[in-house]
């Protein structure tokens, strides 16, 4: 590469603006970093921006956003717009996991787990739409999880959001595909963040023991996983996702992400649940 296109290839990465949400802390807090430290834009989004830990500067803005509440959404994006003039790529990262066996899982926590982790990434997504298209240009991130292919026990609900993710993602390229705007789905395995304690709900019930056994016997198996990443490792494969130029889907992302999904597609299904109990259910 010569000289003058380093320099171009390194403007155009100053004039471009990426929008993170759930930017706090583990994945969100890395990929701000990384698309900083490469000259980006960055919008880091959060319910509370004055918990930001990012060393903010001009190229950084931490903004409120609560995807389960819509005027935070609109509000957000404007001011992004207003400050940089344009967004470039976005990366629905916020989320969590409701855990626990399914009958000790309240309506209103089902329904505050799919709030966030489906009808909020939505939320965001359409109201990014509409500035993408009038470009004709954009890229949408959607952090699923290798837990939109699979799933592990206790957590039914969490899973049942990311199979919506993937199959949301992979229906909107079509569509998005004719406007020149990519989507892309991130698909993280365990990863060495505080996922396990800050961005977890145990669902509990109360007079309902039937589960305690078998709660106790796996959660805390799952909650320790061998094959975790640091959250670096799936910030870069976003960087990479939005910057490699091609119209690829789907992105395992760490934490052995490659090596489940190849099995669980390989292997019948009572094979697969074997292995799976075997390491969990101790």
């Given at each position: 590469?010569?000289?003058?296109?380093?320099?171009?290839?390194?403007?155009?990465?100053?004039?471009?603006?990426?929008?993170?949400?759930?930017?706090?802390?583990?994945?969100?807090?890395?990929?701000?970093?990384?698309?900083?430290?490469?000259?980006?834009?960055?919008?880091?989004?959060?319910?509370?921006?004055?918990?930001?830990?990012?060393?903010?500067?001009?190229?950084?803005?931490?903004?409120?956003?609560?995807?389960?509440?819509?005027?935070?959404?609109?509000?957000?994006?404007?001011?992004?717009?207003?400050?940089?003039?344009?967004?470039?790529?976005?990366?629905?990262?916020?989320?969590?996991?409701?855990?626990?066996?399914?009958?000790?899982?309240?309506?209103?926590?089902?329904?505050?787990?799919?709030?966030?982790?489906?009808?909020?990434?939505?939320?965001?997504?359409?109201?990014?739409?509409?500035?993408?298209?009038?470009?004709?240009?954009?890229?949408?991130?959607?952090?699923?999880?290798?837990?939109?292919?699979?799933?592990?026990?206790?957590?039914?609900?969490?899973?049942?959001?990311?199979?919506?993710?993937?199959?949301?993602?992979?229906?909107?390229?079509?569509?998005?595909?004719?406007?020149?705007?990519?989507?892309?789905?991130?698909?993280?395995?365990?990863?060495?963040?505080?996922?396990?304690?800050?961005?977890?709900?145990?669902?509990?019930?109360?007079?309902?023991?039937?589960?305690?056994?078998?709660?106790?016997?796996?959660?805390?198996?799952?909650?320790?996983?061998?094959?975790?990443?640091?959250?670096?490792?799936?910030?870069?494969?976003?960087?990479?996702?939005v910057t490699d130029g091609s119209w690829k889907l789907r992105y395992p992302a760490g934490g052995g992400a490659g090596i489940f999904m190849a099995l669980r597609k390989l292997l019948p299904d009572a094979?697969?649940?074997?292995?799976?109990?075997?390491?969990?259910?101790?």
């Amino acid at each position: 590469m010569s000289n003058s296109q380093s320099f171009s290839n390194a403007a155009n990465r100053q004039n471009k603006t990426v929008l993170i949400t759930g930017a706090s802390s583990g994945i969100g807090l890395e990929v701000a970093k990384i698309f900083r430290a490469s000259g980006w834009n960055v919008v880091a989004t959060m319910r509370n921006p004055e918990n930001c830990e990012l060393a903010q500067d001009e190229k950084i803005l931490c903004l409120p956003l609560d995807v389960t509440r819509h005027e935070t959404i609109e509000n957000t994006i404007e001011t992004a717009i207003a400050r940089f003039g344009s967004i470039d790529a976005l990366i629905n990262n916020a989320g969590y996991a409701l855990v626990g066996a399914f009958e000790a899982c309240s309506q209103v926590e089902i329904e505050r787990q799919f709030a966030t982790n489906v009808f909020g990434l939505m939320a965001v997504t359409r109201a990014i739409l509409p500035h993408f298209r009038d470009r004709r240009q954009g890229i949408i991130v959607n952090v699923a999880s290798i837990g939109g292919k699979l799933t592990f026990p206790l957590y039914s609900p969490y899973h049942a959001t990311k199979w919506a993710v993937e199959g949301f993602s992979e229906s909107l390229q079509y569509e998005l595909k004719p406007l020149n705007i990519k989507v892309k789905i991130i698909e993280p395995g365990p990863i060495k963040t505080d996922f396990y304690t800050r961005s977890m709900s145990v669902a509990q019930k109360p007079g309902l023991t039937d589960y305690d056994h078998y709660v106790a016997r796996t959660l805390p198996q799952m909650q320790k996983p061998s094959m975790a990443s640091p959250p670096e490792v799936t910030a870069k494969v976003v960087y990479r996702a939005v910057t490699d130029g091609s119209w690829k889907l789907r992105y395992p992302a760490g934490g052995g992400a490659g090596i489940f999904m190849a099995l669980r597609k390989l292997l019948p299904d009572a094979l697969f649940q074997a292995i799976i109990k075997a390491g969990i259910e101790r």
